[in-house]
């Protein structure tokens, strides 16, 4: 897949036609995994090259300044989900004040058409776009007619799939709820970051744990508490518990720590970059009464998480 900053390329550029689908793509998840493989199959009926055109920020992240998103994806993150699709090109539009004014009818004829040559637009069954979301489908078939491009209609998911969406995914992770999120994603969800010195009191107890700085601020934390992790570091894998939590046992922390005991390992990795999947919740994040109950828990924890990773794959 061919990435092109579409603000970056001269008025001049000369694009090729293109069968097209747009959205923030959020997830990439199988919701829109189903939408691209529709736009595969009907540009290919039209002998066209496939593009999914997105945004370089959330929509809402720029109209709603009180309101900020958490996302599922970095943005790399995202573009490397949609490479995985199999679709030619992903146009990246810079989302803007300014661009948000844009009609429905500009956006199709004069973006969609004129500037980035799309012959055939692939619409989500419930998709609305341009300034306030006005218009209906059939409008958007009439616009794309004037200009030369075919405007069709996505098919829905099956109906045990249709609760599928970012928003919904945001709500499991929030929930604690991190594998139902991996079956509506299609992969494990991921935090990455590197690794920070914290106080060291987990391996004065036996749990040593990697303290983690998230190199994206934006994404979503799951629920606080214990859970299966698989953790990626250069080229190996490992599997471990995470926790996320304020460490109540110690003295409650007035920031959030994300720390990955990581099992079978001793290294020093002070400055690595580690990802880390969230696979399965354990337990939320509760005060002990003394150190030594939680090191008695932490013992618990790792027997059932060890167990628990048995139906995973390194």
């Not at 293109?18 to 009907?42: E, K, P």
């Not at 709603?64 to 090109?89: F, H, M, V």
């Not at 609305?128 to 098919?155: D, H, L, P, W």
């Amino acid at each position: 897949m061919e990435i092109i900053y579409i603000d970056q390329l001269p008025s001049s550029a000369d694009l090729s036609p293109v069968g097209a689908t747009v959205g923030f793509f959020d997830g990439v998840h199988i919701g829109h995994r189903y939408l691209l493989t529709q736009l595969q199959s009907a540009a290919h009926k039209a002998h066209l090259q496939t593009v999914a055109i997105t945004f370089s920020e959330h929509p809402r992240k720029v109209l709603q300044q009180d309101y900020q998103p958490k996302l599922l994806n970095s943005r790399s993150e995202r573009l490397q989900l949609l490479a995985t699709t199999g679709i030619d090109y992903c146009y990246v539009l810079d989302f803007t004040r300014k661009f948000a004014d844009t009609t429905a009818q500009d956006f199709i004829q004069k973006i969609l058409r004129k500037q980035l040559n799309v012959r055939q637009l692939l619409i989500g069954y419930d998709h609305k776009f341009g300034k306030n979301r006005t218009g209906s489908f059939q409008t958007y078939v009439e616009y794309g007619a004037a200009c030369g491009m075919e405007v069709i209609c996505a098919e829905q998911l099956p109906e045990t799939q249709r609760h599928t969406s970012s928003t919904a995914i945001r709500h499991l992770l929030a929930e604690g709820k991190v594998k139902q999120a991996a079956q509506q994603l299609s992969y494990p969800y991921t935090l990455g970051g590197t690794v920070i010195h914290g106080n060291h009191l987990g391996r004065t107890i036996g749990f040593p744990t990697a303290n983690l700085d998230l190199d994206c601020k934006d994404k979503i934390i799951p629920l606080e508490g214990v859970y299966v992790a698989r953790i990626h570091l250069d080229d190996e894998t490992f599997f471990g518990m995470a926790y996320i939590g304020k460490r109540p046992t110690i003295g409650a922390l007035n920031e959030q720590r994300i720390e990955v005991n990581i099992f079978d390992f001793d290294r020093d990795i002070y400055g690595k970059y580690i990802t880390v999947e969230w696979l399965d919740f354990v337990r939320p994040d509760v005060h002990f009464d003394s150190i030594e109950a939680l090191k008695q828990q932490l013992t618990a924890d790792k027997t059932f998480v060890s167990r628990q990773s048995l139906n995973f794959t390194l």
